[in-house]
């Protein structure tokens, strides 16, 4: 009877390590902006911010634009270089503070990036923009 407890009590154990760490191996995920406001941008500090380089912009509804962003030095971050795709999902602001969309993105252009879901442990980061604000226009 006592092994019996012991081998139950062992295995209660186990269980909730295995529990811990399945848990705790989902993937690297950003904080994901609350619900972006529709009149200002997140007000927790960028994932990213700095330059957009390497802008491909698809053709049709399914090919979502696809950047570079190399983080401005000193900024602070979660990363330094990532590759950010926008989804009909991802919340834009213009430099001049009012929402815009995927169109007014430019390559050239400051941005600060809100990653929203998985991020993709890669180098550079592979991750899809939440929210999007235009620091400088062109």
Known sequence: ?????????ALAVL????????????????AQPASP??????SSPADITGPVSDLTVGTGDDAPPVFLVVADPGQGGSVDRASVRMTADTVVWTAEGVRG????????????????????????????A???QILTSL
């Open 1 to 9: 009877m006592r092994r019996t407890s012991r081998a139950l009590a």
């Open 37 to 42: 406001s529709p009149s200002a941008p997140p």
């Open 130 to 132: 939440g929210a999007l």
């Open 101 to 128: 969309n995927a169109t007014d993105l430019a390559a050239g252009q400051r941005v600060a990036v809100w990653f929203s879901g998985p991020v993709a442990e890669s180098y550079p980061v592979q991750a899809t």
């Open 15 to 30: 269980a909730a390590l295995g529990a811990a760490v399945v848990g705790g191996c989902g993937g690297a995920t950003a």
